[in-house]
C-alpha cells in the first residue's frame, strides 16, 4: 500500500484544511521544497491539489506544479478544478502521472468516459464524501448521487482509481472512518485510494488489516505536517 503525501496549494503556499473550510494554516511558501523533502525521506508516489482551481475551475497553480515536476523524480497525481480534456492533456504534458477529475466527472459522467477512454489509467476519480452527498466546486456545494448506481457505471466506463475522501474527517486527526472505508472498498472492485482523517500510525495499521485488494494508497496530509509521525514511520507500518 502506497503511503502518498499531499501537498495542497492555494495562492502559492503548501496549506491545510479542516473538513474543506477555506481556514487555511500554511506549512510552507516554497512548495518545490516540500515536494523534495517527502522525496528524500521516501514517497514513491505524491498527491498535489491546487485549491485555488478547485474554486474556480481556473488552474492558478499550473507553473508552480511544472516546477515541483521538474525538481522530482517520482510520479505525482494533480487534481482540483480540471473540467475539460484541454486541462487534463496540458497537465499530463507537463508530466504529471495522473489527472484526478471531480466536479465535472461527478456532473457529467459522459465527460469522465471521455476522458478514460482517451488516457486510461492516467485519469482518477475525486470521490469526496459526506453525509450530504458529493463535494463538489472545492467543496462548497454536494450533489445528492445514488451511490451503488454510481459505482456500476464507474466499472462500466472501467475506470481504474478511486480518490475515495470522507470530508468529514479531512484535517480533523480524528482517524479514518473505518465503517465507511469498509463499505467502500467492498462496493467495487475498482482500485481505491483513501484519505481523510489519518492521524496515528494505527490508522496504517487498521488499513492493512482490511486485506482489501483493491486498496492500492492512503494519502496523508497534516499528520505529517503536524509531525503526528514521520514519513518513513508511515511507510514502515504500511509493509
Not at 473538513?19 to 523534495?36: E, M, W
Not at 478547485?54 to 497553480?61: C, E, I, R, S
Not at 471521455?114 to 456545494?141: H, N
Request: hydrophobic share 45%.
Amino acid at each position: 500500500m502506497l503511503i502518498i503525501p499531499a501537498i495542497d496549494l492555494k495562492d502559492g503556499e503548501v496549506v491545510r484544511y479542516t473538513r474543506g473550510r477555506f481556514n487555511k494554516k500554511v506549512y510552507s511558501a516554497d512548495p518545490v521544497s516540500v515536494a523534495l523533502n517527502w522525496q528524500r525521506q521516501g514517497a514513491k508516489f505524491m498527491h498535489v491539489v491546487d485549491l485555488d482551481a478547485a474554486l474556480t475551475g481556473k488552474a492558478k497553480n499550473l507553473k508552480l506544479i511544472k516546477k515541483i515536476i521538474a525538481a522530482t523524480k517520482i510520479p505525482l497525481e494533480v487534481s482540483g478544478g480540471i473540467r475539460d480534456l484541454a486541462m487534463i492533456k496540458k497537465i499530463l504534458n507537463l508530466g504529471a502521472s495522473q489527472v484526478v477529475l471531480g466536479t465535472k466527472a461527478i456532473e457529467d459522467t459522459g465527460f469522465l468516459s471521455k476522458a478514460v477512454k482517451k488516457y486510461g489509467g492516467q485519469i482518477a476519480l475525486a470521490m469526496d464524501v459526506s453525509s450530504r452527498g458529493i463535494g463538489i466546486e472545492g467543496w462548497k456545494r454536494s450533489v445528492k448521487i445514488e451511490f451503488t448506481s454510481l459505482i456500476a457505471t464507474l466499472e462500466k466506463m472501467c475506470l481504474r482509481t478511486i480518490i475515495y475522501t470522507d470530508i468529514t474527517r479531512d484535517g480533523s486527526l480524528k482517524g479514518l472512518n473505518f465503517p465507511a472505508l469498509k463499505r467502500m472498498l467492498q462496493a467495487t472492485s475498482i482500485d481505491v485510494i483513501v484519505s481523510g482523517g489519518v492521524c496515528s500510525l494505527e490508522d496504517i495499521k487498521g488499513l492493512i488489516a482490511l486485506k482489501r485488494p483493491n486498496l492500492k494508497g492512503v494519502i496523508i496530509g497534516k499528520a505529517l505536517y503536524e509531525k503526528m509521525f514521520s514519513l518513513p514511520e508511515a511507510i514502515a507500518a504500511a509493509k
